[in-house]
């Protein structure tokens, strides 16, 4: 019957309620901030066949919390009145009964718990505080939250709201001591918002990338290609969502980021101007300018400023614009127009052209301050006006040829890229007409760009290559295999470590090695498992449902240990014993001692053959799970191991066989070619052991004497001569 489907399934649901204790006790031992040795522990329980029943047909995959032990019948009566089941195993600590539900029914037990809750707060309204409103917990804090309370030992129950967060119910008079905890929760909080966590296909290592990959603009990406066309260096460029990708061979970087500096270097200058045109538009007060009396229904009067109040002009007003909400008045002179210039009456005095007209409009440069210094180049309103705010100047020059721009540039020092990016920019800035004068053009490198399939994945790890610079690596060796990555990142200590994709066990179980706290390790550990992909685990273990350990029978013809098996754990080997109305279970931590699987294994396991236990014994020897004496040789190659106290393993030339200590079967040791002398040797070897052990006194008594005859010896070293030539005068004396 052991190692059916069945009771395969129900070694896995055990196996799995264990180490979600397990962990618990790890926390704990983390919470008293000091690391014990282990104690290796043995667990006994079992699940009737009625209850794992319905456990199935409640689904495969479960959930487990614990529940305060007081707690426990009200809990009981609320799930069962609900249709629910669930499983504790037999197994509690001090405070708390540990129960496996399955996920279909979590909404169930959360109800139950509800239920139980509200019944102890109706007969006790002070005794519970209830944490609602700001005081709610978000999905990610209630993780850590339930991890850090169990830790501290302090019972909570939360319930899920509409808003996806959740409230908290204490018992009043571990208020404080909540408190205090969340204090923890905040900082581990803190401290995993500083570890990210990326994802990534590996193609060399991480540390000595073969390809460098960024995303530039379209800007740089034609300057590299210039560089790459003249320089023969093969780059190839690439379209995504981020914008365009570029990609060489890491020998050639150097040289790239060479240029790349250069031309940073030549973008950050440039972009220290600010640049703006002077046309021919200028704008007039109304308020300061306009002369009603002397304007008509076609034109505006207006006085020229910066002239005293000398000179006036007539404006159509077809060619005028009222702005600022009613203002301004706003047109454009036409700087080869010859416009009438009249005295403050209205008579007209002379001529003057739009050009000389201008000068009187906007003299001043909006940038411009008391300290501001302005280098003109050339004489005219329409003009290109630069100017540096960190060195408070402007370059003024003419609207003229882009040559004639060029060398004004070059007076002030601005020549190469960033003379040609500001003559750009400048261009960008021009109207149409203003575009024919400027004749500006500049040639420009075409593009090509590549399909390379996995840019992406380039692209990730060169940023992590960038991002794990001046990290100290915390596993030591950065791997150098490809394949699929996980690159963890700790700004608490900067440092970073590169992992397989692995299940979480393993990934949590690394994360240990490394130094994290068992609860930090649980929480990075599932950050690292939700950044993998759709099929890197095929069935990942985070979502997976409850599936079948192999339950293995003990190789025996023992009627007693029929319907009895093991499976491994990640803390030792569970044993598992089928009856006709349950699942008996025994779970033996590793390096647990032989005396106490023994004991256990007759009064909680249930075994009543010396020889059952000896068998079972013998396999958790073979596994390295129960610490047993070293074994004994006797003669030249025959040698004996304890498997209990009571049974022995004689073994000798690839024959073996066990016996009990007190009743050695002689003709099966001849049968296993021992010779008659070895044999009796045996015998001897047992008398004088169970002699031992029934006069404990005797053994006593030798030892005293020996102790006594020890010490002698060293009183008399210690004393030296002096000492002897005393003991020899005492013996003259007398």
């Known amino acids: 019957m052991v190692g059916d489907d069945a009771c395969s399934v129900c070694a896995s649901l055990i196996q799995k309620l264990l180490e979600f204790i397990a962990n618990m006790e790890h926390n704990k031992q983390y919470r008293k901030g000091m690391k014990p040795p282990k104690t290796p522990k043995i667990k006994t329980g079992k699940l009737s066949k009625k209850c794992f029943k319905k456990l199935q047909q409640a689904g495969t995959s479960f959930e487990y919390l614990p529940v305060p032990k007081e707690l426990m019948p009200q809990f009981e009566t609320a799930m069962k009145k609900m249709g629910g089941t669930f499983f504790t195993g037999g197994i509690e600590d001090n405070n708390n009964i540990y129960v496996a539900i399955p996920a279909a029914q979590r909404n169930m037990a959360a109800l139950a718990a509800q239920h139980m809750l509200s019944k102890e707060i109706e007969n006790k309204p002070d005794a519970f505080i209830l944490k609602d409103g700001n005081n709610k917990i978000s999905e990610e804090e209630m993780r850590i939250t339930s991890d850090v309370m169990n830790s501290y030992d302090i019972p909570m129950f939360a319930f899920r709201t509409d808003d996806g967060k959740y409230m908290t119910v204490i018992p009043k008079e571990f208020e404080g001591q909540f408190n205090k905890a969340m204090e923890d929760v905040k900082q581990q909080l803190d401290q995993l918002k500083n570890i990210d966590v990326v994802r990534y296909d590996q193609f060399s290592p991480l540390d000595k990338p073969e390809k460098v990959a960024y995303i530039v603009t379209e800007e740089e990406?034609?300057?590299?290609?210039?560089?790459?066309?003249?320089?023969?260096?093969?780059?190839?460029?690439?379209?995504?969502?981020?914008?365009?990708?570029?990609?060489?061979?890491?020998?050639?970087?150097?040289?790239?980021?060479?240029?790349?500096?250069?031309?940073?270097?030549?973008?950050?200058?440039?972009?220290?101007?600010?640049?703006?045109?002077?046309?021919?538009?200028?704008?007039?007060?109304?308020?300061?300018?306009?002369?009603?009396?002397?304007?008509?229904?076609?034109?505006?009067?207006?006085?020229?400023?910066?002239?005293?109040?000398?000179?006036?002009?007539?404006?159509?007003?077809?060619?005028?614009?009222?702005?600022?909400?009613?203002?301004?008045?706003?047109?454009?002179?036409?700087?080869?127009?010859?416009?009438?210039?009249?005295?403050?009456?209205?008579?007209?005095?002379?001529?003057?052209?739009?050009?000389?007209?201008?000068?009187?409009?906007?003299?001043?440069?909006?940038?411009?301050?008391?300290?501001?210094?302005?280098?003109?180049?050339?004489?005219?309103?329409?003009?290109?006006?630069?100017?540096?705010?960190?060195?408070?100047?402007?370059?003024?020059?003419?609207?003229d040829k882009a040559d004639v721009m060029r060398t004004a540039l070059k007076e002030h020092g601005i020549t190469g890229k960033t003379a040609d990016m500001l003559m750009e920019d400048i261009n960008k800035k021009l109207s149409d007409p203003q575009k024919e004068i400027f004749g500006f053009s500049m040639e420009k490198t075409e593009v090509v760009y590549a399909d390379i399939p996995n840019i992406g994945e380039y692209l990730a790890q060169s940023q992590l290559s960038q991002a794990i610079v001046g990290k100290t690596c915390m596993t030591g060796v950065v791997p150098k295999d490809s394949g699929s990555k996980c690159c963890v990142m700790d700004k608490n200590t900067n440092s970073f470590a590169v992992l397989p994709i692995m299940p979480l066990k393993e990934v949590q179980a690394t994360l240990s090695q490394m130094g994290y706290s068992e609860m930090s390790a649980k929480e990075i550990a599932d950050k690292v498992v939700r950044s993998y992909r759709e099929g890197d685990i095929k069935e990942p273990e985070q979502v997976k449902a409850l599936s079948a350990e192999k339950v293995t029978p003990f190789q025996t013809t023992n009627a007693e240990l029929q319907g009895c098996g093991y499976c491994k754990t990640n803390e030792g080997i569970m044993i598992i014993r089928e009856s006709e109305d349950a699942y008996k279970?025994?779970?033996?931590?590793?390096?647990?001692?032989?005396?106490?699987?023994?004991?256990?294994?007759h009064d909680k396991f249930g075994l009543v053959d010396d020889i059952s236990a000896a068998v079972v014994m013998k396999t958790l020897i073979a596994e390295e799970i129960v610490k047993t004496a070293e074994p004994k040789t006797i003669g030249d190659d025959v040698t004996i191991s304890q498997l209990t106290s009571k049974y022995v393993e004689i073994s000798h030339d690839g024959k073996s066989e066990m016996m009990p200590r007190d009743k050695l079967d002689t003709e099966k040791l001849k049968a296993m070619d021992i010779p008659e002398k070895t044999i009796g040797d045996i015998q001897k070897s047992f008398e004088k052991s169970e002699h031992e052990a029934l006069h404990p006194e005797q053994l006593n008594l030798m030892g005293l004497i020996g102790n006594a005859k020890n010490m002698l010896l060293e009183k008399v070293k210690e004393?030296?001569?002096?000492?002897?030539?005393?003991?020899?005068?005492?013996?003259?004396?007398r």
């Open 221 to 399: 990406a034609q300057e590299l290609a210039k560089v790459a066309k003249l320089g023969d260096l093969d780059i190839q460029f690439a379209k995504t969502e981020q914008g365009t990708a570029v990609l060489y061979n890491s020998d050639i970087a150097e040289k790239i980021e060479a240029t790349r500096e250069d031309y940073a270097k030549a973008v950050s200058e440039s972009e220290a101007f600010l640049i703006d045109v002077t046309d021919n538009t200028i704008s007039m007060d109304i308020n300061k300018l306009l002369v009603p009396e002397l304007s008509d229904e076609n034109t505006y009067f207006v006085r020229v400023p910066n002239t005293s109040g000398k000179d006036y002009i007539r404006l159509d007003k077809s060619d005028c614009e009222i702005i600022n909400g009613g203002k301004s008045i706003k047109t454009e002179l036409d700087m080869k127009k010859s416009y009438s210039i009249y005295d403050s009456t209205g008579n007209i005095k002379q001529e003057r052209s739009g050009e000389e007209l201008s000068k009187s409009y906007n003299t001043r440069h909006p940038h411009a301050t008391k300290g501001t210094k302005v280098y003109e180049h050339g004489q005219g309103r329409e003009r290109v006006n630069l100017f540096n705010k960190e060195k408070n100047e402007i370059i003024s020059v003419k609207l």
């Open 719 to 733: 004393g030296g001569s002096k000492v002897i030539e005393n003991i020899k005068s005492k013996g003259q004396e």
């Open 585 to 601: 279970y025994m779970s033996v931590d590793k390096d647990s001692s032989l005396a106490d699987v023994e004991k256990a294994l």
